[in-house]
Nanobody
């Protein structure tokens, strides 16, 4: 059974950066596809980025060039480096294990001056 725990959220000014982390348990993490989603108030949860076990990466158009997804298989972690943050990036960010559909508990990101 996979368990996911996100961390790294917080309050940041527009133009700032944050690095989110997702710590995973489970013996098959290195071959698992992982993704980041976000859920803003009044909106549906949306896909942000994914990284396959083989390293194939996809991004939502509006974050490509600003956000970078990466993984450390030895530490069973996935990261989301977020730069040039904008107020519209404010949301709860979730890590997802694709194959099982398991979600983490989320971490709040607030971009505000």
């Amino acid at each position: 059974q996979v368990q996911l725990v996100e961390s790294g959220g917080g309050l940041v000014q527009p133009g700032g950066s944050l690095r989110l982390s997702c710590a995973a348990s489970g013996s098959i993490f290195s071959i698992s596809d992982m993704a980041w989603y976000r859920h803003a108030p009044g909106k549906q949860r949306e896909f942000i980025a994914s990284i396959s076990g083989g390293g194939t990466i996809r991004y939502k158009d509006s974050v490509e060039g600003r956000f970078t997804i990466s993984r450390d298989n030895a530490k069973k972690m996935v990261f989301l480096q977020m730069n040039s943050l904008m107020p519209e990036d404010t949301a709860v960010y979730y890590c997802k294990h694709i194959e099982s559909g398991i979600w983490g508990q989320g971490t709040q990101v607030t971009v505000s001056s």
